[in-house]
């Protein structure tokens, strides 16, 4: 690996991180305004659960998304097609990061080998 791939490599980390952040930031306040709606403010949360176990997913496919060489639009489209993947992922990343101390050990090495596992055989 040479300096001018890492640092794109890094470029596109910090791409995806700041459209993720800014696009679950919107979704957030959105939901804020929302949730003064009398029967929709009931449904606010979960909305709000789904859509933080999908971005967590969705940081954990872009591992083999960029270990692919998917550009930012690429690994966009691909996980926006697998989104079930990614909510179900990033569910069971925050369903262990739940628990004290031994959760936040197994689910940061857990959740990353799952969704590996999980890229490798959507590609059969």
């Known amino acids: 690996m040479n300096l001018h791939n890492l640092l794109k490599d890094i470029l596109r980390g910090i791409a ?3 459209r993720n952040m800014f696009i679950e930031f919107g979704f957030i306040f ?3 305004l929302v949730v003064w709606i009398p029967l929709l403010g009931w449904v606010t949360p979960i909305f709000l659960m789904l859509i933080s176990y999908y ?6 496919l872009d591992y083999s998304n960029e270990r692919h060489k998917l550009n930012v639009s690429e690994s966009v489209r691909y996980i926006r097609k ?3 993947v990614a909510i179900g992922n990033g569910f069971i990343f925050s369903l262990l990061f739940a628990f004290p101390i031994i959760g936040s050990m197994l689910s940061t090495v857990l959740a990353p080998v799952a969704a590996t596992i999980a890229v490798v055989e959507l590609k059969k």
């Open 55 to 60: 971005f967590y997913g969705f940081s954990m």
């Open 82 to 84: 697998y989104k079930g």
């Open 16 to 18: 995806i991180a700041l």
């Open 30 to 32: 959105l939901c804020m």
